[in-house]
T-cell receptor, first 115, second 112 residues
Framework: GPKVLQIPSHQIIDMGQMVTLNCDPV?????FYWYKQILGQQMEFLVN????????KSKLFKDQFSVERPDGSYFTLKIQPTALEDSAVYFC?????????????FGHGTKLSVL | GEQVEQRPPHLSVREGDSAVIICTYT??????FFWYKQEPGAGLQLLMK?????EINEGQGFTVLLNKKDKQLSLNLTAAHPGDSAVYFC???????????FGKGTQLIIQP
């Protein structure tokens, strides 16, 4: 079936550095999402993105976070600078229609470890 | 905002037995409900999508029950087999909101 690919699967960086998480969404999907899961806690919504714009973001989406999908390539989440509390697994998802009942297709997640 | 409590966090059952996972939500405007399965090293796989108008939904080897009065959603696995071992997440969305609120997940282990 359709797949969302996330690269890399694990990233280790020093606090204060910049990191970019990459997501290759399902090819004909139009809506893109990032969710964050801290170890032992639930997955939480960060942001959704459509037509080159952030449509909605949660309070977890700090000023240090940014998303983009230049020219239909990877959908990226950039964190600059990183902080210790950014350590988590980040899940990318995409959907075709973006409606509340729409099925989301999730990637495997990128585990980010900030030292 | 919406809060979703999922229990139990860990569940171990014998092969052939049933397993029940329950989620309780708070927002009365919750309208769409999802169960996802995550196997080790894999992404979330949608098991079932449930609308608020349907109380009982049957899938392959499982049943999803929605009790709107008690704001409770359950996943009932019948005759569990080793392939059911995974982490299961419930998720809830409200009408007009393009975001999901997840439960914390249940680690299900099926013992031979």
């Amino acid at each position: 079936g359709p797949k969302v690919l996330q690269i890399p699967s694990h990233q280790i960086i020093d606090m204060g550095q910049m990191v970019t998480l990459n997501c290759d969404p399902v090819s004909n999907h139009l809506y893109f999402y990032w969710y964050k899961q801290i170890l032992g806690q639930q997955m939480e919504f960060l942001v959704n993105f459509y037509n080159g714009k952030v449509m909605e973001k949660s309070k977890l989406f700090k000023d240090q976070f940014s998303v983009e999908r230049p020219d239909g390539s990877y959908f990226t989440l950039k964190i600059q600078p990183t902080a210790l509390e950014d350590s988590a697994v980040y899940f990318c998802a995409s959907s075709l229609g973006g409606r509340e009942n729409e099925r989301l297709f999730f990637g495997h997640g990128t585990k980010l470890s900030v030292l | 905002g919406e809060q979703v409590e999922q229990r139990p966090p860990h569940l171990s059952v014998r092969e052939g037995d049933s397993a029940v996972i329950i989620c309780t939500y708070t927002d009365p405007n919750s309208y769409y409900f999802f169960w996802y399965k995550q196997e080790p090293g894999a992404g979330l796989q949608l098991l079932m999508k449930v609308f608020s108008s349907t109380e009982i939904n049957e899938g392959q080897g499982f049943t999803v029950l929605l009790n709107k009065k008690d704001k409770q959603l359950s996943l009932n696995l019948t005759a569990a087999h080793p392939g059911d071992s995974a982490v299961y997440f419930c998720a809830v969305s409200t009408e007009g909101a393009d975001r999901l609120t997840f439960g914390k997940g249940t680690q299900l282990i099926i013992q031979p």
